[in-house]
């Protein structure tokens, strides 16, 4: 059975910072590209951030450069979204995404919240 499960969500300050994990299991987690997606309410879902199966090929949303950082541990079937000096704007619920292919599965998402 395929899951993906977020967490580290939370309230958090304008300025702050969060540190997403996502735990995959069910496949073969190291053949997949892993993203991080997030939607604000009233809003599309948007690419926040991506990372290859070896881990190189990232590419990352401008709203959010130079401030998220993906990573993932192949080891531990998980892949992270460290979130620094984070603006309200940035208020959303955030999904893992694992594609390969043409396959492709969800997490159920992790809210984020930045506000004072």
């Known amino acids: 059975q395929v899951q993906l499960v977020e967490s580290g969500g939370g309230l958090v300050q304008p300025g702050g910072s969060r540190r997403l994990s996502c735990a995959a299991s069910?496949?073969?987690?190291?053949?997949?590209?892993m993203s991080w997606y997030r939607q604000a309410p009233g809003k599309e879902r948007e690419l926040v951030a991506g990372?290859?199966?070896?881990?190189?090929?990232?590419n990352y949303a401008d709203s959010v450069k130079g401030r998220f950082t993906i990573s993932r541990d192949n080891a531990k079937n998980t892949v992270y979204l460290q979130m620094n000096s984070l603006k309200p704007e940035d208020t959303a619920v955030y999904f893992c995404?694992?594609?390969?292919?043409?396959?492709?599965?969800w997490g159920q998402g992790t809210q984020v919240t930045v506000s004072s």
């Open positions: 069910g496949f073969s987690f190291n053949t997949y590209r």
């Open positions: 990372i290859a199966s070896t881990g190189g090929k990232i």
């Open positions: 995404n694992a594609v390969r292919y043409d396959l492709f599965y």
